[in-house]
């Protein structure tokens, strides 16, 4: 591939009616897109564009990221008035379309470059072969809690900044007089001395006419007044009154309804199917999908009943011999094997563990595991899809329009720019409408029809054609001394996914082996909330808390020990410790258990307040939160992430599992899928450290660790260690209770 | 077809099949803010009210509410300028993520302080735990009902 040597720079320009409008623009390049024709000149193409100013004097950001209720619409755009000083009440926002202009740069070069200096980004030459392949990846993802950590940081502020230079430099040429002389605030641009202003909209014309700066100054923390305010966020009106639209509430004219039944078992297909029932009760028509059916009807309900109608006949293939028990087995024997073999796969080796085990004072040993989740999104899976020939239309709320328009195209063979991509708001996405799986399906069912069709899955369907948050496994050992220091830390877990640093610990341990291994599994994985966070945030800060009691040391006391050398797990280990009293008395059957961990920038330490009661049901009290995610672009809406993390993660330790019976998902619907519910909450209080540090994530940090904070809590309570989640499948029951 | 009467209009309904209210109104009437999350009463993302009640317009079917009065969460504002004191406390308190589950929410609120214009903690929790936010927005919502509540107390003794 041809390495791009040429510069990525600001560019700017001017639509009818004198709105200027900025972005990123890179040379060479094809000018083939709409935004292009607008910012771009000849011989350059539009990376991204990130903000307009039209002469009413309102500011648009453009946001190339899904809003599914972690307020990203609201915080990237007050990331962008910020550097423009903008006044908030002139700032609006707009989706960004899904084009591959608006593939995600930032994102991109977030997570496979680490995170560079902010204007560095912009004067740094562009790899051509890293912007390939982030077009090929069709990257406009909401996920990995990354838009503000990278769209934010790369993208809003730059372009908020470059923006007010442009508009400073042209006030200056105006007035005649210098750009230092200028000062911008609330959204005048004025010019004490002479007593000369000019709203954004007035010059904006003037500053579209600027050489665009290439580096512009970004402000530093002190500067800030709209960044770390918490502005009432942009979609919440329409969320209390009806209006907000969502995927399954758009409205096509000539719009038919259509509903599916899968194979069960995964990888199953359907053998043949009955059409007789077309033309009646509102049935338009019956396809077979190969592996499900479908039904097109004049209403959602009309299709539903139409497939319990019929007798589907699936050959399930040999699939259909696999259960739970087998599964747990099969791993736990493929573990042997590998292990015996010599064939792990290394993720991490420091030292000889194998040294310390054997002249250690204390082995402390577990084998923990937790089940397949499912996401159980609100809003059930749902795609409206319309094919015109060689062009189509898609309505959906999904984490990565891009991807749904590539998905598109490739089921029906044309070009992706003939596929116009109606991004909705998203209930509820926790990586689960990050998929394109739904999209592919309503299109295929589409495709037989000229007229636009709306595919809703029933819950069961979602619950049961899910992908999945792996069952995983994790054998656990450590090698303490006399004095209670660890000297050894081993664990062999099955799947590594991503992050690939899930699987470290933060802990100062001389000899560490940390090892995987890959069985097969027939059940489709997916990213769940925080991904292989949420399955190591369990493994090792369980087992670091049976480190401590092996070492016979405080829990949080130990932790604080042995992260010496990283103040952010100090300060967020300290403020958790003081906020929730740690040490201080609980009622009996009550226990307090702590955890610690970082995921996407973000550190977090969290205290769980527990009882068991004597018939061993759980009920978690109070859960104190301090998280560091570098600076809270949002307080509030940081605060509630922490919140909804930790409700969400809360479900998986109480009661989340999916098992599978005769290879299929034996859960179908909230009556045996339970989830956290208003009386199952504790209260939770959230404490913020604003270390200084780049951005971290916020959607994801809290959910790893709710799981262990409560486990060892009820270790503090009861003296029982749980090393199964989901908690209720553990006997806690004592004195005669029932357990 | 029958005739229903939702926020005080009437619609004209195809009932046959037994069709639950909820994809009458969401559907036919096109009244979009009720909406399905499981289809069998457990998540209450479908509340509406009919003749004052919470119900679950997804396991009821549209025949059953004819001559009855039905309001939807596009029909709890005083007049279209003014919000409900529970959705202006829901604003207060920043309460929905995701947004899906907050009509039925929202419903629920309403028809608790209708009939208890006070609940204490245990009755918010008895009353709101039918419904299911994924997002968890649980703490908010209670704070908000509460925050209600006392609005709702003060207008009603002026």
């Not at chain 1, 041809?2 to 409008?21: H, S």
């Not at chain 1, 969502?246 to 259509?258: E, L, Q, R, S, T």
Request: charged share 25%.
């Amino acid at each position: 591939m041809k390495k791009w040597t040429r510069r990525a720079f600001i560019g700017a320009g001017v639509l009818a009616g004198g709105t200027l409008v900025l972005g990123i623009a890179i040379r060479p390049g094809n000018r083939s897109s709409k935004v292009a024709d607008v910012i771009a000149k000849d011989g350059e193409s539009v990376l991204n564009i990130w903000l307009k100013i039209a002469k009413d004097n309102t500011v648009t950001a453009i946001i190339p990221h899904s809003e599914m209720g972690q307020g990203v619409h609201t915080a990237l755009a007050m990331m962008l008035a910020e550097e423009l000083d903008a006044d908030w009440s002139q700032i609006r926002f707009e989706e960004a379309p899904a084009i591959k202009e608006y593939a995600n740069h930032a994102v991109a070069k977030g997570f496979l470059g680490g995170g560079p200096d902010v204007p560095k980004f912009l004067n740094e030459t562009i790899d051509g072969v890293f912007l390939t392949a982030v077009k090929s990846l069709n990257l406009q993802i909401t996920g990995g809690s990354a838009s503000v950590r990278f769209t934010g940081q790369y993208g809003m502020r730059v372009a908020g900044a470059a923006a007010r230079a442009m508009l400073v430099q042209a006030a200056a040429k105006k007035w005649g007089v210098a750009d230092e002389e200028i000062t911008v605030e609330k959204g005048l641009i004025s010019h004490a001395s002479s007593g000369q202003s000019a709203s954004f909209g007035e010059m904006a014309p003037e500053a579209a006419k600027i050489k665009k700066p290439s580096d512009p100054i970004l402000k530093t923390e002190k500067d800030f007044s709209i960044i770390g305010t918490s502005q009432p966020r942009f979609d919440i009106p329409e969320k209390v009154n009806g209006k907000a639209k969502f995927g399954i509430d758009v409205d096509v004219p000539n719009m038919k309804y259509a509903t599916v039944a899968a194979s069960p078992v995964f990888g199953g297909k359907l053998k043949s199917i009955d059409t007789s029932i077309e033309g009646k009760n509102g049935v338009i028509k019956v396809i077979n999908l190969g592996n499900a059916a479908a039904v097109i009807a004049d209403g959602y309900w009309q299709a539903k009943m139409a497939m319990a109608s019929m007798n589907l006949d699936f050959d399930s293939g040999e699939n259909a011999q696999i259960n739970q028990e087998e599964i747990i087995d099969r791993y736990r024997r493929e573990m042997d094997e590998v292990l015996a073999n010599d064939e792990l796969e290394i993720h991490h080796e420091s030292g000889d563990v194998n040294a310390e085990f054997d002249q250690a004072a204390t082995i402390v040993e577990g084998e923990y595991r937790v089940p397949f989740l499912a996401h159980a999104t609100m809003e059930p899976l749902n795609c409206t899809v319309w094919v015109k020939g060689e062009e189509a239309e898609v309505w959906c709320g999904s984490q990565n329009p891009l991807g749904v328009a590539g998905a598109v195209a490739e089921e029906l063979d044309i070009k992706q720019e003939n596929v116009q991509v109606h991004n909705q708001l998203l209930g509820g996405g926790f990586g689960r409408r990050s998929e394109t799986d739904i999209i592919i399906q309503a299109t295929k069912i589409a495709k037989e029809v000229n007229y636009p069709v709306k595919l809703i899955w029933s819950r069961e369907e979602d619950m049961q054609h899910d992908v999945y948050r792996e069952l995983g496994i994790s054998r656990m050992k450590a090698a303490l001394d006399e004095s209670g220091n660890p000297l050894a830390y081993q664990s062999q877990f099955i799947f590594r996914h991503h992050p690939t640093e899930a699987a470290d610990i933060p802990y100062d341990v001389p000899n560490q082996q940390i090892r995987f291994s890959t069985p097969s599994s027939h059940v489709p994985w997916g990213n769940w909330r925080s991904v292989d966070h949420s399955t190591h945030g369990f493994y090792s800060e369980s087992f670091v808390d049976e480190m401590a009691h092996g070492a016979k040391e405080d829990p949080l006391m130990f932790r604080k020990r042995l992260t010496k050398t990283e103040p952010r797990f100090q300060a967020v280990l300290d403020l958790v410790k003081e906020k929730s009293n740690w040490g201080s008395e609980l009622p009996q059957n009550w226990g307090r258990g702590v955890a610690v961990h970082k995921s996407f920038g973000t550190y977090v330490a969290e205290v769980a307040e527990v009882e068991v009661d004597n018939s061993g049901k759980v009920k978690v009290h109070r859960v104190v939160c301090a998280a560091d995610p570098g600076f809270a672009i949002h307080p509030d809406s940081f605060k509630a992430q922490m919140e909804s993390g930790i409700i969400y993660g809360l479900a998986a330790t109480m009661t989340g599992e999916i098992t599978i019976k005769d290879g299929a998902v034996a859960q179908s619907n909230f009556h045996d899928y339970p989830v956290t519910r208003m009386m199952d909450s504790p209260k939770i209080e959230t404490y913020i450290i604003n270390s200084g540090n780049d951005p971290g994530g916020a959607g994801e940090p809290s959910t790893p660790i709710i799981a262990p904070a409560v486990t060892n809590a009820i270790f503090a309570a009861t003296g029982v260690r749980i090393r199964e989640l989901p908690i209720k499948n553990n006997s806690l029951g004592r004195e005669g209770g029932l357990g | 077809m029958i005739k229903l009467n939702i926020n005080d209009k009437d619609y004209e309904v195809d009932e046959s099949q037994g069709v639950p209210l909820l994809w009458a109104i969401r559907e036919q009437c096109k009244l979009t803010g009720t909406k399905f999350g499981c289809g069998i009463s457990q998540c209450g993302a479908c509340t509406i009210h009919v003749d004052g009640k919470p119900t679950r317009s997804c396991i009821t079917p549209a025949s059953t509410a004819e001559g009855k009065k039905i309001r939807t969460i596009e029909g709890i504002q005083p007049d279209e300028n003014t919000l409900h004191e529970v959705q202006k406390a829901w604003i207060e308190m920043q309460t929905p993520q995701c947004g899906y589950c907050q009509s039925g929410q929202i419903m629920s609120a309403v028809a608790l302080l209708e009939a208890n214009p006070s609940p204490s903690d245990e009755e918010i929790d008895a009353a709101m735990s039918g419904n299911i936010c994924r997002c968890g927005m649980y703490g908010r919502i209670k704070e908000a009902i509460k925050r209600a509540s006392v609005k709702i107390q003060k207008t009603s003794t002026l």
